[in-house]
């Protein structure tokens, strides 16, 4: 594990205090108040001191303490402790309409694009048309506090604080599928999730990494030294980020196999809260510190992810010899890295379609390709396959080209990037799309 120190390049009092939700949107960021009235602060993303604090109202009549906001269809959505839902125009934050969902407290909303989901204190988790505005509303179990939500499929993941547990709810019935067993923590109100599995932070002791099967909810639990209490857990590109609002650190982690791959300590903020909010923009990662004056504070892109996430970091020097040696070590037998590269070139134009003939020359390279079934070795290595496989050669190769191997699979190169140390070029690392009709 590498640890190291990022400042900001921009941070502004929001106005507001104690941000729940964070979300970015057409060039701005929009946090959520968890404290009587309920406001919302719209920040410019490029420009924080363009910024505008708005109470949210129905009727007149203040909204409470807001949780989650989210934006769906050109609308933003925020929900308060009294189970209201409210849809806002982005403009100007005026509310355009409202339902109260149940009569507790709205905690998380999640979105399929036709329906908003929401689950709440008391046991009851909700589903809101966005065409129609209708909504059905159901208690799974009463007396217990539903903290967040995720969606996927015909399923809600829901986390209950209360059993420290996770349920899993039919979208369409609102009805209780199943329930793992305790995990014997509270997990954060922003979870995330790939298509495996549901990930949440610690927010009791002790803290760390929450992984939750979406099959049968079986979990696994993740501790590491010295990790403080989380707010929220997030999924940027192949990184997940651990947001430690104890010590101010982003704990950089691998996932699914949960491992730390860099520590990043916050320098330089001029608020005193805690870090626990996230929203991305092309450029920024904007993060929110909870505390009675909350501030917005922005860090380039790269400094978190690009600049910290470089493949091949675990194998720094190491020529492409020494990693086939280091495969065949894990193997019986003497396995065979040659395949064929189809090199892509581009031929006269079609007068009819436009379009360039292709053609292919072929040769024997070699190349060590890692399925996404083998992810564990890739991870050993200090990889991610990102797509069907990811392939690594000493030889030159673009992107286009097809490999094929001796068992006659086929696939086109998405991606290449060079592992370099100084001006030598190591070997290649590229990402793999697997073309299962190929030559048919």
Not at 262 to 267: A, D, E, G, H
Not at 275 to 294: G, K, P, R, S, V
Not at 400 to 427: A, C, N
Request: charged residues 20%.
């Amino acid at each position: 594990m590498t640890s190291g120190s990022i400042t900001p390049v921009s941070q502004t009092s929001t106005g507001i205090s104690y941000i729940h939700g964070l979300i970015s949107y057409n060039g701005y960021l929009y946090g959520s108040q968890k404290n009587p009235p309920g406001k919302i602060v719209k920040i410019n993303a490029t420009d924080y001191t363009d910024k505008t604090v708005v109470t949210i109202t129905r009727d007149g009549v203040n909204a409470q303490s807001l949780n989650d906001i989210l934006e769906v269809g050109d609308y933003i959505y925020t929900c308060d402790d009294l189970g209201y839902l409210y849809k806002l125009s982005p403009t100007n934050l005026t509310t355009v309409s409202y339902v109260q969902l149940f009569a507790s407290s709205a905690q998380s909303l999640e979105s399929d694009g036709t329906y908003i989901f929401a689950c709440g204190q008391d046991g009851y988790v909700a589903r809101y048309t966005i065409a129609t505005a209708a909504f059905v509303a159901a208690q799974i179990v009463a007396g217990k506090i539903f903290h967040s939500l995720v969606e996927d499929g015909d399923y809600l993941y829901v986390s209950d604080t209360s059993d420290y547990v996770m349920r899993k709810i039919v979208k369409s019935t609102l009805a209780q599928d199943s329930v793992s067993a305790s995990y014997g923590r509270v997990v954060t109100d922003d979870m995330a999730q790939d298509s495996n599995y549901v990930y949440g932070g610690g927010e009791s002791s002790p803290y760390g990494i929450v992984r939750v099967a979406k099959t049968d909810l079986a979990y696994q639990l993740f501790n590491f030294s010295g990790i403080g209490k989380s707010f929220g857990v997030f999924i940027v590109e192949d990184a997940l980020l651990y947001l430690d609002k104890d010590n101010n650190i982003i704990w950089v982690l691998t996932f699914p196999v949960i491992a730390v791959n860099y520590k990043l300590t916050l320098q330089g903020l001029s608020g005193s809260g805690g870090i626990n909010e996230l929203a991305t923009t092309t450029d920024y990662i904007h993060l929110t510190q909870w505390d009675t004056n909350a501030y917005a504070i922005k860090f380039n892109y790269t400094d978190i992810i690009r600049g910290y996430l470089l493949p091949g970091y675990t194998l720094e020097g190491t020529d492409f010899t020494t990693l086939m040696d280091t495969f065949k070590r894990g193997f019986r037998g003497n396995p065979d890295f040659d395949v064929t590269r189809s090199a892509l070139s581009f031929g006269e134009r079609d007068s009819t379609t436009g379009w360039y003939a292709k053609n292919y020359a072929d040769s024997t390279i070699k190349m060590v390709i890692i399925q996404k079934e083998y992810q564990n070795m890739a991870l050993r290595l200090g990889y991610w396959v990102n797509l069907d496989a990811l392939g690594l050669t000493i030889a030159p190769i673009d992107v286009y080209d097809l490999i094929t191997d001796k068992f006659e699979r086929t696939w086109e190169i998405k991606t290449v990037k060079p592992i370099m140390v100084g001006d030598t070029v190591k070997y290649f690392v590229c990402d793999l799309k697997e073309l299962p009709l190929h030559g048919l």
